[in-house]
């Protein structure tokens, strides 16, 4: 396999080194300028060149990844990582390659299930899954592929006879390189167990149920990290509680020119420049700031609420930083501002000490009964475009609390928890005029600053500020 694989290794890369000299035409210039210059059809020539040498440069990994894990067998009395003075080959191959131990583990485990095997004799056995090795050594297939493959077959070597493991393999290889793509060969991978299992998918399923879990770390930057390992049911359960929260919009909204007057908003996705991820999560936190405004300690058994430690100065300036209880990583004056307007958190003053000195001005959050007049009054999110509903919401200061000390709903409007961080942080200002909101952009958003008119569509019609 090292050998065959080597030699087209060298091959492809003097094609590709080729290839390069050809578009750069005897310039001396960066690779990137040189992409940059080609056609639409030698950038892809170039793509599909470079992406053999990286297969046939990942298979010749794989095989010394698994001959260095196979001299550290913990069985051999003379292990290649002890006598190196380390714990693995994992962790061998990690320190003198640089590469993460993680990586590292995965190329060793992939080269060992496809290496040439050693008899008891010492005679050389072929590898157990001999047409993944051949393909893979011939750079017919990436690691992640291979890796796949392996794995489905070995979930089904107690349960399959020799000739059927044979004829499994020659499917999976053969579909691979012939005409599936490498999202069909997954989903091909993951089924094919279910055909081989005598006891079904219930002893798997539960093996899935035993690994959940749900692990937290800070990271050296101030993130907090989740690590969530969940079960198809669970799964299920998460999946459509956020696509809830995070699915296009499925009705069209009509909105006639004459009732903005010249100001009709645009949608609202225009403006949300989150990407995927971050909407995902911003739901998932809406849903847990939903569960604990709605938990008086009947549904969990503690009535539990959030609690931020804010500095008097933090509160009266903007100035420092807060803390949530819990949380390692420190916030900003402006967020712990903008948190203490909700009604499911708890603020503890503390003075220039440290020292609690009391609980945050319990008026500056709306009341629940409050907050359900601005939702007869708002319908939910008022910010131009944005459908949330109103149990999504929190109730926002029109003029900030800290400089008007009103919290009444003639001071308040219902705002979804992304835009009413938009708007306490971003720079937008919003005004109500004749019972509409109207949202000025910041210049770095619209160098005119144009104000656009928010609330739903059954607002009374009014003029924007100052026209």
Known sequence: MEERTTTLLAEQADTLALRVDALAAGRPTALAETLMAASDGDLLDFHRNAVQVLRLAEAAVVSAAGEVARRSESGLPDSLARRYGEKSAAALLAQRSGQHEADAAAHARLGLALAQREGVTGDVLPPFFPRVTEALAAGLLSTRSARAMVQALEKIERSATTDDLGRAEKLLVDGAISHWSATTLLDVCRALPDRFDPDGAEPREAAVRARRGLLKRVLDDGTIQYLLNCDPEGSAYLDAALDARTAPRRRVRFEEDD????????????????SWPQKRLDALIDIARDSIRHDDGQIAGVDTTAVI????EALTEGRGAAW???VETPVSARTAQRVMQCADIVAVLLDGDGQPIGLGPTRRFFSRAQRRAM??????CVWPGCTAPPRWCDGAHVEPWRSSFRTDIGNGVLLCHFHHRRLDEDGWTLEIRDGVPWFTPPSHIDASRTPRRGGRSSAPRARPPGG
């Open 259 to 274: 009732e903005s007057d010249g100001a009709i908003a645009p949608d609202a996705t225009r403006w949300d420049d989150r």
């Open 309 to 312: 430690h804010v500095p008097l």
């Open 324 to 326: 949530f209880e819990g």
């Open 375 to 380: 939702a007869a009054r708002d319908g939910g």
